[in-house]
Every structure is written in C-alpha cells, then in structure tokens.
C-alpha cells in the first residue's frame, strides 16, 4: 500500500502561483508513474500533468502547458506540481494518483484509470 498526501493547495488571484506538493510512502522502489489530477463540481475528472519515475519523462494537458510545470525528488519521495499564471476555470480539487506500472503511462498518463493509488486531494481556489 502507498499513501499520498497532497499539500499547498489554497486562494489565489488571477494570474497567481501555488506550488502543489504530494508525500508518498514508497517511491522509487515502487512507483512507475504519478500525475496530477484535477476534478471541478460538476465536471468529469481531467489530468494536468504526468511523469515517470525511472527517467523523469512527462506529458501536459494542452490547457496547462505552459504553465505548469511536474517535477519529482526522489530522494525526498515527493512530487510537485509548479502552476503558474493561474487562472479562474484552473478551480478544482487537485488529486495526486500513482501507478506502480507502465500502463497508465502507455495510455497517455492523463487518464485516472489505471492509478493505483490516490491521496485525498489538495482544494485550488483562483478568483477573478
């Protein structure tokens, strides 16, 4: 079992920054992947952004790219999620999710399917 526990979620302006973090129990020795997931009242669950533990590849949502920025220490068992140039319609409960295998990655890694792991969700607040 891997727990995540995301942090640094809060209220922002437009044009703001947070930097998300999320703590996981076991890292590199598990994990093939992590991402960054986002769910607004209403809407349908979307990825932001994903990376692979062994050699750091990573992929954006076309709505974040840019912007955000995924980044990972291992040493520290840590992801972050750098968002910047926040805007209004980036609100959203924002999930971190790990996959101990290729297959999320092999499916594009934005899609929450095939994660095996989720931490309780970091709240992003951005007002106009």
């Known amino acids: 079992q891997v727990q995540l526990v995301e942090s640094g979620g809060g209220s922002v302006h437009t044009g703001g920054s947070l930097r998300l973090s999320c703590s996981a129990s076991?890292?590199?020795?598990?994990?093939?992947?992590l991402a960054w997931l986002r769910q607004a009242p209403g809407k349908e669950r979307e990825g932001d952004a994903a990376?692979?533990?062994?050699?750091?590849?990573?992929v954006y949502a076309d709505s974040v790219k840019g912007r955000f920025t995924i980044a990972q220490d291992k040493a520290k068992k840590t992801l972050y999620l750098q968002m910047n140039s926040l805007k209004p319609e980036d609100t959203a409960m924002y999930y971190c999710?790990?996959?101990?295998?290729?297959?999320?990655?092999?499916?594009?890694?934005?899609?929450?399917?095939?994660?095996?792991?989720w931490g309780q969700g970091t709240q992003v607040t951005v007002s106009s």
């Open positions: 999710a790990a996959s101990l295998t290729s297959l999320a990655w092999m499916l594009g890694g934005l899609g929450g399917a095939h994660y095996h792991y």
């Open positions: 076991e890292y590199a020795s598990k994990l093939y992947s």
């Open positions: 990376i692979t533990v062994p050699d750091d590849n990573t």
